[in-house]
């Protein structure tokens, strides 16, 4: 008995000898992390100081704060940034869905200011302002070395001030200037019509107002046709659609979709994922859906494209989108400034990150660039009507068809004729149409 007490102990001993051999080494090197951060913040309050008191001009000491917060943050991601007092209220005004502004959605590439998306009908927009172009210089002054907080500031001016902004595009030779009038943003979330027996529903940004408009604006095509049985299909048009608010993009998922899985969201620790499945309802009721989307459709728009996608809901139509796959988290700080922070990358249904990849469309459709002409510069030929029987003087009439076939002959090639403008005007548009119209000619699956 004593020699089972004395190897009791002598276990008990060497377990004492073992977990402080192994936890000694690591409590070293986390008191030494510890060590280093207190010493590298001892460091910073020194600069900090120095530069207080013997910098050549008198400094803000605010100021001085607020950009090594800045700098800390913009040193994580793109998509990570402070935001003062103003930009923070700025930032909620602007998801209630009216702001002042060019209206484009930018981030920062290589030093230069890069366009995510122009908004629809904003200064931006009608100036030719296109996804992908490069912004080098406001007012002449180059942005290069610029964060792009300071670089968003120069952009920035009184409601009706010009601004002329530097741009560099894809397929031209030299950087050219674009000259803006700023204006007030006032964003219209959502823009429904009927284009034939297809539901064209424009989607351009993710804020508050975002699901309820769709929603009308759907149910108003759905009673202006006649019934959901008149129409042929849903074109959701997400091309140059930046994102927004995540809550809205799982709604809109969420509206098309009557079970499943809409998107996760995986942090640093696993148990704080999220998962957003659908319920049921389908504002659709069943039709075809085509979703459109481009190198400006971003985030939220990306969630859309990529759960209805997952879910065979949709044929995604288009060319790759942005890639922004990651989620920020918006946290109010005292004094009332903010930081968005990155805190999670987000999967769509079936568990693929479109980080930096984006969403790879179903059916690749470029959208062709119109050249401009003038009426001397255009080709004859395209201008010439085509001469045709009906145009003979003393020809015969068609004694075959009665005036009310022959009205519906012609209204059908008024719609034919249309669908033909349409694709010169939008050609990715018409694209997802012709698709609709084809799985309507189909039938019904049985």
């Not at 409590?27 to 460091?43: I, W």
């Not at 610029?146 to 002329?164: H, K």
């Amino acid at each position: 008995m004593k020699k089972f007490v004395m190897a009791a102990l002598g276990g008990t001993l060497a377990g004492v000898i073992a977990s402080t051999q192994v936890a000694g080494p690591l409590l070293a090197q986390e008191n030494a992390r510890n060590s280093t951060v207190y010493e590298q913040l001892d460091l910073f309050g020194d600069i900090f100081e120095r530069i207080r008191v013997q910098y050549v001009e008198e400094v803000d000491e605010s100021e001085l704060i607020e950009a090594a917060i800045g700098g800390m943050l913009a040193s994580l991601d793109p998509h990570s940034s402070y935001l003062s007092p103003d930009d923070a209220a700025q930032m909620r005004v602007q998801t209630r869905g009216e702001f002042g502004g060019l209206g484009i959605e930018v981030t920062q590439e290589e030093g230069f200011v890069k366009v995510v998306s122009p908004i629809d009908g904003t200064p931006a927009d009608e100036a030719g302002i296109e996804a992908g172009d490069f912004i080098t210089h406001v007012d002449s002054e180059s942005v290069l070395g610029l964060s792009l907080d300071e670089a968003v500031d120069l952009m920035r001016g009184p409601v009706g001030s010009e601004i002329v902004i530097t741009v560099v595009r894809e397929g031209e030779d030299e950087p050219f200037d674009v000259s803006i009038i700023r204006d007030t943003i006032k964003l219209t979330a959502v823009r429904a019509r009927t284009e034939g027996k297809t539901a064209v529903v424009r989607v351009t940004t993710f804020n508050d107002q975002t699901y309820p408009n769709l929603q009308s604006g759907l149910e108003e095509q759905i009673e202006e046709a006649g019934g959901i049985e008149n129409l042929n299909g849903i074109v959701l048009d997400l091309r140059n659609n930046p994102g927004g608010l995540l809550t809205q993009a799982i709604k809109v998922s969420d509206g098309f979709l009557n079970s499943g899985e809409i998107v996760s969201t995986r942090g640093r620790n696993p148990e704080d994922g999220e998962r957003f499945n659908a319920t049921d309802g389908d504002l659709a009721q069943g039709l075809p859906m085509v979703v459109l989307i481009n190198g400006g459709s971003a985030s939220a728009s990306e969630i859309v494209a990529g759960a209805l996608q997952d879910h065979r809901r949709a044929i995604v139509v288009g060319t790759k989108s942005f890639g922004k796959g990651s989620v920020q988290t918006v946290m109010p700080l005292r004094g009332d400034g903010a930081m968005r922070l990155t805190t999670a990358r987000y999967y769509t249904p079936s568990g693929r990150s479109i980080q930096a990849l984006g969403v790879s469309p179903d059916i690749v459709v470029e959208q062709p660039r119109r050249a401009d002409t003038t009426e001397e510069g255009e080709d004859a030929t395209s201008k010439r009507r085509t001469r045709s029987e009906a145009d003979l003087r003393g020809r015969l009439n068609n004694d075959s068809l009665s005036e009310d076939e022959i009205r519906q002959i012609e209204e059908d090639r008024a719609k034919a004729e249309a669908a033909a403008k349409l694709r010169e005007d939008d050609y990715q548009l018409a694209y997802a149409i012709d698709i609709l119209k084809g799985l309507s000619a189909l039938g019904p699956k049985e």
